[in-house]
Antibody
Framework: EVQVVQSGAVVKKPGESLRLSCQISGYGLSRYWIGWVRQVPGKGLEWMGIIYPRDSETRYNPSFEGHVTISADNSITTAYLQWSSLKASDTAIYYC???????????WGRGTLVTVSS | EIVLTQSPGTLSLSPGESASLSCRASQRVYSSYLAWYQQKPGQAPRLLIYGATTRATGIPDRFSGSESGTDFTLTITRLEPEDFAVYYCQQYGDSPYAFGQGTKLEIK
């Protein structure tokens, strides 16, 4: 069974840095992508970007590019979402999911709540 | 960049009735790469339909997807209490793989 395990909830101050992790287990190294989705509490889903761990090819939503960095370590089938300087508006739940080319986001993590407050 | 518009914003129905949720794309979706997700409060989204019409593993046949040009529809027949949730469409044919704004299906 494929599992997507995300790092735990965090509370940060504006201007601080942060890296979230997402590990996919129960599935061999294969041709899938890992993606990130933001959800501000009470709002809809926003696609942030995806990465192909085999070669680190990354596709960003222009709305997030330059503010976050998506990376991966293929040897441990883990992807990361990173900020160098958080803003209060980054407060949200961040979901990680496996993206299979034909079937979109087929397996999701439980989400990580990020709270940015002074 | 493809924009997806879902309607209605909220749909009020009773258990046993059928629901029809719409997702309109601003341009053609490559290879019908359109997915539908269900999200319940406090939970992660769950994939229901991919490729516009294919049910994901374990999804009951009460859920079906259809496509007509740039219009996509999720139909849920014989609504069960557990079907009341928020539903999102997403296109994954051309990056950025945007989501629609969602349709809330609520109990009447």
């Amino acid at each position: 069974e494929v599992q997507v395990v995300q790092s735990g909830a965090v509370v940060k101050k504006p201007g601080e840095s942060l890296r979230l992790s997402c590990q996919i287990s129960g599935y061999g190294l294969s041709r899938y992508w890992i993606g990130w989705v933001r959800q501000v509490p009470g709002k809809g889903l926003e696609w942030m970007g995806i990465i192909y761990p085999r070669d680190s090819e990354t596709r960003y939503n222009p709305s997030f590019e330059g503010h976050v960095t998506i990376s991966a370590d293929n040897s441990i089938t883990t992807a990361y979402l990173q900020w160098s300087s958080l803003k209060a508006s980054d407060t949200a739940i961040y979901y990680c999911a496996r993206h299979v080319s034909l079937a979109a986001f087929d397996v999701w993590g439980r989400g990580t709540l990020v709270t940015v407050s002074s | 960049e493809i924009v997806l518009t879902q309607s209605p914003g909220t749909l009020s129905l009773s258990p046993g009735e059928s629901a029809s949720l719409s997702c309109r794309a601003s341009q053609r979706v490559y290879s019908s790469y359109l997915a539908w997700y269900q999200q319940k409060p406090g939970q992660a989204p769950r994939l229901l339909i991919y490729g516009a019409t294919t049910r994901a593993t374990g999804i009951p046949d009460r859920f079906s997807g259809s496509e007509s040009g740039t219009d996509f529809t999720l139909t849920i027949t014989r609504l069960e209490p557990e079907d009341f949730a928020v539903y999102y469409c997403q296109q994954y044919g051309d990056s950025p793989y945007a989501f629609g704004q969602g349709t809330k299906l609520e109990i009447k």
